[in-house]
């Protein structure tokens, strides 16, 4: 089984991601970590020396490889869903589970961290209610379940997926 978590930034893809993958015993790889283990740098550095389409380039060839594993949690960056060949790999390849959650929520999760190249903006807040309407209906166009992830904790989250995905495989 692959299950590939995708959603806004501080949605919990990894938190969440790698829960679910402990307490199933499965691999977990999250798409920012390796691409930031392969090149050695930062994703706000390849963003910095490459531009957005740099990184997006990497994140492609990235997905491509990792959706034909098995056995697999897959935390996807932010903007997995922006491309319709990541979009396209993904549905065919993985159940896809969307961890919505809302903007004010998100907001309080990522104010206070500086990695995420696309909040360095002087109005970070109006920045996440932007990309979320410009993102939603892409995540939810490849999701196979959707969870409302802005409640409770993480291992309630973990949990919540585990019945969708018994659910969804019935
Ligand atoms: N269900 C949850 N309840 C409360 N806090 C959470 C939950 N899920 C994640 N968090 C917290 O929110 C923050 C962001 O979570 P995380 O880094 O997992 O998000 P992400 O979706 O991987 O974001 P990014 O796309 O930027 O990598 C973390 O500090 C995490 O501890
Ligand atoms: O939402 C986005 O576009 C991004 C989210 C992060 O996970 C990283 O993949 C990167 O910062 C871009
Ligand atoms: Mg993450």
Redesign the pocket.
Known sequence: MLVI?I???????????REYARRHHMRFI?C?HEIEARTGVKVSTIFEIEGEEGFRRRETQLVDELTRESDLVL?T??GVVLNSDNRAMMSERGIVVY?NVPTPVLWE??RH?R??PLLQVPNPRERIENLYRERDPLYRSVADIIVD?G????G??VRVIEKAIENFKK
């Open positions: 978590l959603g806004m930034m501080g949605a919990g893809k990894t938190t969440v991601g999250d920012d935390a960056g932010g961890l999760r990522t961290d990695n995420r992830g409640r409770g904790n993480p309630g989250m």
